[in-house]
């Protein structure tokens, strides 16, 4: 069966600071992989995603950046964090429509 | 811009009764549709999906769906609180990532 690990679960980091976020898949080959973020109070919302290796899209302009340096193993990266970079990031992956969520990391950005 | 739209709530009903979440959905190419649950600080979790019109029936959840009103529903039997939590309707056009409304939250009261 198909798991996804993400971590670290909580994270508080200071403004400027540096962020990766990692999320592996086990169990399938060639997911479509995503990044989500979720603000409090507010929906989903794509960040990036992506259909291979080394193939990233990019939703939203922001501070934020993703890489794809192996099938199934996604990363989110920052180089200076701000505060408006606070919530819950969400890797998912699919490989038909549905998508399939890790655990999430809560990102405190002080 | 593609958008799914849902009321935010509350929806409180009580224990036993049925719980009705709503979502509507402004492309009309889309093709698949899903419900995720999501427990307060948890990750979202699929539970149901639908492809074609009419009613999907999955244990004490239904799914209903009318493409040309834009409109797809989740009916919840006999509410019980543990299905209290957020629960967002995610809409696709085929191999491209979910959109997500802002999720509903339902409480159910004993």
């Known amino acids: 069966s198909q798991t996804i690990h993400q971590w670290p679960a909580t994270l508080v980091q200071p403004v400027g600071s540096p962020l990766s976020l990692e999320c592996t898949v086990e169990?399938?080959?060639?997911?479509?992989l995503y990044w989500y973020r979720q603000a409090a109070g507010r929906g989903l919302q794509l960040l990036f995603y992506?259909?291979?290796?080394?193939?990233i899209s990019s939703e939203v302009p922001q501070n934020l950046s993703a890489s794809r340096p192996q099938d199934r193993q996604f990363i989110l990266s920052s180089k200076k964090l701000l505060l408006s970079d606070s919530g819950f990031y969400l890797c998912?992956?699919?490989?038909?429509?549905?998508?399939?969520f890790g655990q999430g990391t809560r990102l405190t950005v002080v | 811009q593609k958008e799914v739209e849902q009321n935010s709530g509350p929806l409180s009903v009580p224990e036993g009764a049925i719980a009705s979440l709503n979502c509507t959905y402004s492309?009309?190419?889309?093709?698949?549709f899903f419900w995720y649950r999501q427990y307060s600080g948890k990750s979202p979790e699929l539970i149901m999906f639908?492809?074609?019109?009419g009613d999907k029936e999955d244990g004490r959840f239904t799914a209903q769906l009318n493409k040309a009103s834009q409109y797809v529903s989740l009916l919840i039997r006999d509410s019980q609180p543990s299905d209290s939590a957020t629960y967002l309707c995610a809409v696709t056009s085929g191999n491209t990532p979910l959109v997500f409304g802002k999720g509903t939250r339902l409480s159910v009261i004993a």
């Open positions: 992506s259909v291979g290796i080394g193939q």
């Open positions: 492309d009309r190419g889309s093709q698949s």
């Open positions: 998912a992956w699919s490989v038909l429509s549905e998508a399939f």
């Open positions: 169990g399938t080959s060639n997911p479509n």
């Open positions: 639908i492809y074609s019109n």
